[in-house]
């Protein structure tokens, strides 16, 4: 059985394309969790302990990459 992907509603992408805010807030919050992945790096301390962290540098700039993105797409 195909596991349902989770899409975003046509008239949600319609409307962040026309400005709408809340509509583009929906967007950023659907791509929060990838876009905190792609931002994740792993750090290791002088004892050899990793850590994984959010690089908030990465993160805004994909974040505002996404945002133009939205802005500039035509249906």
Avoid: R, W
Wanted: with cysteine; glycine share 2%.
């Amino acid at each position: 059985m195909k596991k349902e992907k989770n899409l975003l509603p046509y008239t949600t992408i319609k409307a962040a394309t026309e400005s709408d805010a809340i509509a583009i807030q929906k967007i950023l919050k659907h791509y929060e969790g990838y876009i905190a992945k792609l931002s994740t790096k792993i750090l290791s301390d002088e004892y050899g302990k990793e850590y994984c962290i959010v690089d908030k540098d990465v993160q805004e700039q994909l974040t505002t990459a996404l945002l133009q993105m939205i802005l500039d797409f035509e249906i």
